[in-house]
């Protein structure tokens, strides 16, 4: 059942209330990580079902997607690691910890106790419904979604008076803290660069079979974090990441390359007139990498991707490639702007039911010079079909810009 359907039950609570739940086994491993996904990407609330979710409704949390799925888990080992006490929840530890395995997640767009919340939990369905706007924290949340779910959990089980002002939740963001630092600074291989995550994939940067500890090197000095990009440039990597499994699924790029790796600490981020980007298509899982610099950008290469998040398809472009396939679509009178001028892309994510692919937004200009400019614009598809990629784009249209 799922949980839009439970909750259009929820006339029916009081029967649900009288009868002992039957919890499932679920560990609190990858499976559990698992399930909290499929739970957040199958159910999306109305207004209108909120609203009529009755008075089991109670305030509280956030996150989204793979925040939420990372933050609970580690959550919950605390409590199976007894870095929080069973005791604190009034209730057994294996009984609390089946509960909180089987909390179901649900996403709204509009959630409201009398103000705006972040989140809804509803005790009588085990069930913590999240405001899905707060998608914009970094990658790495622990220190600051897992209390959100204590005192969630509180409430779950009943709690709800003694938790209403984080009375007892918040005594333990020190434990957290302390835990979740213990957690991150452990050397790992690669660190999510911020604002590359699209779904469930995203850009991460790493030293070549060198596991670092990212978060020590973010107290260096800003001198210090650039020393070691300079002293260590051909040895950084860039990966695609998966991350669900927390893995990486490819490398994007090498540092004994052409192009130098986009690498970041704290607010410092490597690159000089240069954007190295990352974009992907859920439904199709095409991944490609984009390039530009001043006056100059390309799709670098491109990724075909299996339901395990394997790859099973790639293409390293050649120079200028992109713009010779877009070449052979466009009018007379378009090609002949199209070669004297630079050219730089920009793309944007459509997937609808008519359409799965970009928008893209090619951007012709005479560099250092007040000679007019001209924007194209059209829809491209890429597709990987019996082992071979094929790009193909809708007419281009092409509009004069004027200073």
């Known amino acids: 059942m799922t949980i839009v359907s439970l909750l259009k039950s929820f006339s029916a609570s009081i029967l649900l209330l009288a009868t002992a739940p039957t919890w499932s086994q679920a560990p609190i491993t990858s499976d559990l990580y698992e399930k909290i996904i499929q739970d957040l990407q199958r159910s999306e609330l109305t207004p209108k079902e909120i609203a009529n979710l009755g008075p089991g409704v109670t305030g509280g949390g956030d996150s989204c997607e793979q925040k939420i799925a990372y933050s609970y888990t ?72 897992a209390p959100l779910f204590m005192h969630e959990a509180l409430r779950i089980v009943g709690l709800q008076d003694a938790d209403a002002n984080y009375e007892i939740s918040k005594k333990y963001i020190s434990v957290f803290h302390y835990e979740a630092n213990e957690k991150l600074n452990n050397k790992r291989s690669f660190r999510i660069i911020s604002g590359t995550a699209i779904g469930s994939v995203a850009m991460a940067w790493g030293l070549k079979d060198e596991p670092l500890n990212f978060e020590a090197f973010d107290a260096l000095s800003e001198e210090e974090q650039w020393k070691f990009f300079a002293n260590n440039s051909s040895r950084t990597e860039n990966y695609l990441v998966d991350l669900k499994r927390l893995r990486i699924i490819t490398t994007l790029r090498s540092g004994d390359g052409r192009d130098i790796p986009l690498t970041e600490f704290s607010d410092i981020r490597s690159g000089n007139h240069q ?129």
Not at 84 to 104: G, H, M, P, W
Not at 370 to 390: A, C, H
Request: aromatic share 14%; with cysteine.
């Open 74 to 145: 580690f959550f919950l080992q605390m409590i199976e690691r007894e870095k929080i006490a069973a005791s604190v929840f009034k209730i057994d530890k294996n009984t609390l910890l089946e509960i909180l395995k089987n909390t179901r997640f649900a996403f709204s767009q509009h959630l409201e106790k009398g103000r705006p919340v972040e989140a809804l939990n509803i005790p009588p369905l085990n069930t913590i419904v999240l405001n899905r706007s707060i998608c914009h924290n970094s990658f790495e949340p622990l220190t600051y979604y």
């Open 275 to 403: 954007r190295f980007e990352l974009f992907y298509q859920p439904r199709q899982r095409i991944a490609f990498t984009h390039t530009s610099f001043k006056w100059h950008s390309e799709i670098e290469s491109i990724y075909a991707l299996d339901e395990k998040m394997q790859v099973i398809g790639q293409y390293h472009m050649s120079d200028n490639s992109l713009n010779l396939a877009i070449e052979k679509v466009l009018t007379a009178k378009q090609l002949k702007v199209w070669r004297s001028h630079a050219t730089s892309f920009r793309f944007e994510l459509i997937d609808t039911q008519k359409f799965s692919g970009w928008k893209i937004e090619a951007w012709a200009e005479q560099p250092k010079s007040l000679d007019p400019s001209y924007l194209f614009q059209s829809r491209m598809q890429i597709k990987f079909v019996e082992g071979n990629f094929k790009i193909s784009f809708d007419p281009f249209k092409m509009q004069q810009q004027q200073y």
